[in-house]
């Protein structure tokens, strides 16, 4: 490899961040975060992002939450029998459309929250990647863009980092609010045999509002699309809100406390080790090692002095709650 000139650095695991629903990483192109490390060049002052892969990326995740709200969330059990999956489609395919339409508005806002605010600050920025997953009960993993931090100050982190969750909690809320109102109540056994996630804080709290003729005993039916593609929303949000690496949480605890956020974000991941072990909840192992692996500290901002002022910093603190209603990391 050359030597690197002026204007230039070579890529590290850092420039690489999750966020959005699944995903959202620094570095100008997606496909670098899978290659040799490469030259980030000083982005052109007409940086544009490309539009054809995102587009085609959006159509597939499009067509994977379809058949997952078209199989009622169980997409890998309908993939054995041509018979079957075709009999779901005919037979559920208006459940299929309103979670596609449901899930795809949430993560999209979300991923448009975060752009919207690097255009706005000016830091060059990828169109969201969004990532089909056609085996997954939920049909997507979520969605990335690609983004130079490193070129914001920390007031723009600030912005760019917690308008995607805001933005999705937006749509998420509402959603959510009419998924309860018109979903069916069911037996928990029953329940938790189809659906084996607990539900967030928020998820209760709205219940205990809403539907007070659910009894001691019964459950909602989380099979409901509107009501599924709020909890995906909500998984999605209470994820990335979770303060360490360079998940959306990461972002505002660094912007919040700076270099201090090293210490919340590596005591939250010793405190995460030690839940999975305890009460046996391995799914997220896979999780936690992503995150290992994109690095538990955040990388300084172009300007950390920058103040935040006190309504930014009033709003960060609030936000710090989400995970607390949003996320629940409990299996069944």
């Not at 100008?28 to 085609?56: D, G, N, T, W």
């Not at 409901?224 to 959306?248: E, H, K, R, Y």
Request: glycine content about 8%; aromatic content about 12%.
């Amino acid at each position: 490899m050359s030597e690197l000139g002026p204007g230039q650095r070579e890529l590290r695991p850092s420039d690489f961040v999750v966020s959005g629903p699944v995903a959202h990483w620094d570095g100008q192109q997606a496909a670098s975060a899978y290659h040799e490390p490469q030259l980030l060049l000083e982005p052109p002052s007409h940086f544009r992002p490309k539009v054809k892969r995102p587009a085609i990326l959006f159509a597939l995740t499009c067509l994977s939450t379809f058949w997952a709200g078209t199989t009622h969330w169980m997409p890998a059990e309908f993939m054995a029998s041509l018979s079957s999956a075709r009999y779901a489609v005919l037979t559920q395919w208006k459940d299929g459309l309103i979670y596609m339409a449901a899930v795809i508005f949430i993560l999209l806002m979300h991923e448009m929250g975060h752009f919207l605010q690097t255009v706005r600050n000016r830091v060059p920025a990828t169109l969201p990647f969004f990532i089909p997953f056609p085996f997954a009960m939920t049909g997507t993993m979520g969605a990335v863009i690609g983004m130079d931090s490193s070129r914001g100050n920390r007031k723009q982190l600030f912005d760019i980092g917690l308008s995607g969750p805001w933005a999705g909690l937006i749509v998420a809320l509402p959603i959510i609010w009419f998924g309860i109102k018109m979903a069916k109540i069911v037996d928990p056994v029953h329940a938790a045999e189809a659906f084996p996630f607990g539900n967030p804080l928020i998820f209760k709290l709205l219940t205990a509002y809403l539907r007070p003729d659910v009894k001691p005993g019964m459950v909602l039916d989380i099979r409901n699309p509107l009501l599924m593609a709020g909890w995906v929303g909500m998984l999605i949000t209470g994820l990335n809100m979770l303060p360490v690496s360079q998940l959306d949480g990461g972002h505002t605890i660094y912007a919040l406390f700076g270099r201090k956020a090293r210490v919340i974000a590596r005591v939250f991941v010793i405190s995460a080790i030690l839940f999975i072990i305890i009460f046996e909840q391995y799914t997220w192992t896979v999780m936690l090692t992503l995150v290992l692996l994109l690095g538990i500290d955040h990388p300084p901002t172009r300007d950390d002095s920058t103040p935040l002022g006190p309504w930014r910093y009033a709003i960060g603190v609030l936000s710090l709650a989400i995970p607390v209603f949003c996320f629940t990391p409990l299996i069944l």
